[in-house]
């Protein structure tokens, strides 16, 4: 049994790693996907297209080891939650695809354009259904039996509307930070000008998102608002709010990494408060991870191969940005 208790928190662990991995690497070039139209045509959308080139498809393979990781470790979260949100994630993954072909295409020919489109279309796209997913888990889900109870459309409502906005921002929030970072001339000064823009955005967004979530669900409202939950709860937005003014207060000082730093710190402190929300819950107030885990000889199984691929994804990621570290230009391939 107690074997058993530690794997589930372990696989839990895993996952929420690899899903926090995710949103911190793609979502920078899913931002600058977002910011493409706003950037100028030709050197700096090249320029912006560059930065990003050697590592975007690599940021992808999270998204892989946190969904595959869901379906192995917790089938029964897997096999409730996917039907209701087959939708947005259908449209996720087309969005992928449009802009992982955007990619390749622009390059190649005479109407650089319309793969500018398809690239700025495939982003916000992608951005905005898992931003509509993370808020279809956190508003509830219909459970009949073991399985999904609900209709084809619940996954839409105010609610993940508001929380697919919320992280088309913060996308676009970590491109801007991205670039400021990698660019340099009239990029750079560019991207500081719509960090600006995004980081009101973002605190916007966050502070409605927090001000939502707990009147969704009973237990949140006692997390949040009410004692003892609120005393372990308040360290998170006081927090927040500190790494919005220093952020700003980066941004004043025409500071290049720590802009993306203080970002990447709140959406980190955002992933707590989303914690918080819901442990142990996969499907709040349903489903927990107890309840979800797979048995205990398959999440040891699974284990050893995770033990052996993570080590190799983060040495390959890590050379990765090391190789292509340092400003960027507008020549090459992409």
């Given at each position: 049994?107690?074997?058993?208790f530690?794997?589930?928190?372990?696989?839990?662990?895993?996952?929420?790693?690899?899903?926090?991995?995710?949103v911190?690497?793609?979502?920078?070039?899913?931002?600058?996907?977002?910011?493409?139209?706003a950037?100028?045509?030709?050197?700096?959308?090249?320029?912006a297209m560059?930065?990003?080139?050697?590592?975007w498809?690599?940021?992808?393979?999270?998204?892989?080891?946190?969904?595959?990781?869901?379906?192995?470790?917790f089938?029964?979260a897997?096999?409730?939650?996917?039907?209701?949100?087959?939708?947005?994630?259908?449209?996720?993954l087309?969005?992928?695809?449009?802009?992982?072909?955007?990619?390749?295409f622009?390059?190649?020919?005479?109407?650089?354009?319309?793969?500018?489109?398809?690239?700025?279309?495939?982003?916000i796209?992608?951005?905005?259904a898992?931003?509509?997913?993370?808020?279809?888990?956190?508003?509830?889900?219909?459970?009949?039996?073991?399985?999904?109870?609900?209709?084809?459309?619940?996954?839409?409502?105010?609610?993940?509307?508001?929380?697919?906005?919320?992280?088309?921002?913060g996308?676009?929030?970590?491109g801007?930070c991205w670039?400021?970072?990698?660019?340099?001339?009239?990029?750079?000064?560019?991207?500081?000008?719509?960090a600006?823009?995004?980081?009101i955005?973002?605190?916007?967004?966050?502070?409605?998102?927090?001000?939502?979530?707990?009147?969704?669900?009973t237990?949140?409202?006692?997390?949040?608002?009410?004692?003892?939950?609120?005393?372990?709860?308040?360290?998170?937005?006081?927090?927040a709010?500190?790494?919005?003014?220093?952020?700003?207060?980066?941004?004043?000082?025409?500071a290049?990494?720590?802009?993306f730093?203080?970002?990447l710190?709140?959406?980190?402190?955002?992933?707590?408060?989303?914690?918080?929300?819901?442990?142990?819950?996969?499907?709040?107030?349903?489903?927990?991870?107890?309840?979800?885990a797979?048995?205990?000889?398959?999440?040891?199984?699974?284990?050893?191969?995770?033990a052996?691929m993570v080590?190799?994804?983060?040495?390959?990621?890590?050379y990765?940005?090391?190789?292509?570290?340092?400003?960027?230009?507008?020549?090459?391939?992409?």
């Amino acid at each position: 049994m107690g074997i058993s208790f530690d794997l589930t928190v372990v696989w839990a662990g895993i996952i929420a790693f690899a899903v926090f991995a995710y949103v911190a690497m793609d979502g920078f070039d899913l931002g600058i996907g977002i910011l493409f139209p706003a950037l100028t045509k030709g050197n700096d959308r090249n320029s912006a297209m560059n930065s990003i080139a050697p590592v975007w498809d690599g940021n992808e393979t999270w998204l892989i080891l946190g969904g595959g990781g869901l379906l192995a470790a917790f089938p029964l979260a897997y096999a409730v939650i996917m039907p209701a949100v087959y939708v947005p994630v259908i449209l996720m993954l087309l969005g992928l695809v449009f802009r992982g072909v955007a990619f390749e295409f622009r390059g190649r020919t005479t109407h650089p354009w319309r793969w500018d489109v398809a690239f700025f279309g495939g982003s916000i796209t992608a951005a905005f259904a898992q931003g509509v997913i993370l808020g279809s888990i956190l508003q509830g889900i219909v459970v009949t039996g073991r399985g999904y109870g609900g209709g084809w459309w619940d996954w839409l409502s105010p609610f993940t509307c508001l929380t697919g906005a919320a992280v088309v921002t913060g996308y676009a929030l970590l491109g801007a930070c991205w670039l400021i970072w990698r660019a340099e001339g009239n990029l750079q000064a560019r991207a500081y000008r719509l960090a600006w823009l995004a980081g009101i955005g973002t605190i916007v967004a966050v502070v409605a998102v927090s001000a939502a979530t707990p009147f969704l669900k009973t237990a949140y409202y006692h997390r949040w608002l009410t004692a003892p939950g609120i005393y372990y709860a308040a360290p998170v937005p006081i927090l927040a709010g500190i790494t919005g003014l220093l952020f700003f207060r980066a941004i004043g000082r025409k500071a290049e990494l720590m802009p993306f730093l203080l970002t990447l710190a709140l959406f980190a402190l955002s992933y707590v408060g989303l914690a918080i929300s819901m442990f142990p819950y996969l499907v709040p107030g349903q489903i927990t991870i107890y309840q979800a885990a797979a048995p205990a000889s398959s999440q040891i199984f699974m284990l050893v191969g995770v033990a052996i691929m993570v080590p190799i994804i983060l040495a390959y990621t890590g050379y990765a940005y090391w190789l292509f570290r340092g400003k960027v230009g507008h020549e090459g391939y992409h």
